[in-house]
């Protein structure tokens, strides 16, 4: 599975956009890691405001209960929130 996603500013300058190709079968597993690594980056980047956006409602749930987050991905979901 590929996961892709495009950081944009308040005035849709572009910031960065990445792809990674991911070894998981299952599209929950992929969608949420590319979640996690939006969060990720933009940690590093210091970006502070953040907006998350996702097709995918299980990431969008998963996000607002954290018990939704399969055990395969707990600990790495605990570092990025």
């Given amino acids: ?3 892709t996603t ?5 005035e849709s ?3 960065i956009c990445f792809a990674e ?3 998981l079968k299952n599209a929950f597993h ?3 890691l590319g979640a996690m ?14 907006w998350l956006e996702s097709d995918s409602a299980l990431v ?4 607002k209960n954290n018990a ?10 605990d570092n990025c929130i």
């Fill in 60 to 63: 969008i749930n998963a996000i």
């Fill in 30 to 32: 992929a969608e949420l």
């Fill in 37 to 50: 690594r939006g969060i990720e980056l933009a940690n590093q980047f210091h970006w502070n405001n953040l």
């Fill in 21 to 23: 190709h991911t070894r």
């Fill in 1 to 3: 599975m590929l996961v």
């Fill in 68 to 77: 939704l987050v399969p055990w395969s991905l707990k600990n790495k979901w």
């Fill in 6 to 10: 495009i950081s944009l500013q308040h």
């Fill in 13 to 15: 300058n572009m910031l």
